[in-house]
């Protein structure tokens, strides 16, 4: 089964990193897909993230980088994929994750104008009719870690850095490589200084 690893990948963390490869066990194929969003404004680009993703799963054959924007049911149908893969790292993810789940869900299986006998076979419960999404719980060791904490940390030490020779920097620094990949810190690194 090939299934589908949307988000906003800005950056991509050893969280992310971490779902992919276990992802990468539990499926034929990953499709990880980068959301391009025009209303918000990413610290990286969408081909920087991508190409970071690239560079993050270079040797995992059965991972493939993308990037869509709009709805995710419409870029899933797209590619033919009816499964969808998001990892939980607490309740409150999940309290985000369950609701955009069954919205995919039901937008995906009116989208898909259910068949007087595809609508049969919802009510005996032995056909899949719309997106599916399946969670993965992140590893304990990741599950304090996301884009936004990497970013406001970035931005702290490499911001301050530039601006005031802060005496965080080297701190900051360092802490880093406990939450995403040498490129990406690089890449963080050159977006401050
Ligand atoms: O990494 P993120 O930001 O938590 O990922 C959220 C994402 C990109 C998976 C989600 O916001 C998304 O797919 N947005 C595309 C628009 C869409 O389909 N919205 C309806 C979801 S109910």
Redesign the pocket.
Known sequence: MTILF?????PVTLGHLDLIKRGAQLFDHIIV?V?H?PTKQPLFTVQERVKMLQIAVEGIPNVQIES????????AKKQGVSC?L?GVRSTADCA?EI???I??HQ?STNANAISKNEAENVLTGYKLTGIETILLITSPAYAHIS?GLVREVAAAGYGNAKSSNSINFAFDDKILDQWVLPTVKDMLRNKYL
């Open positions: 949307p988000g906003s990948f800005d897909a959301l969003n869509y924007s709009g709805l995710l049911v419409e870029y969808v998001r985000y609701p955009m789940a919205a995919n937008i884009a």
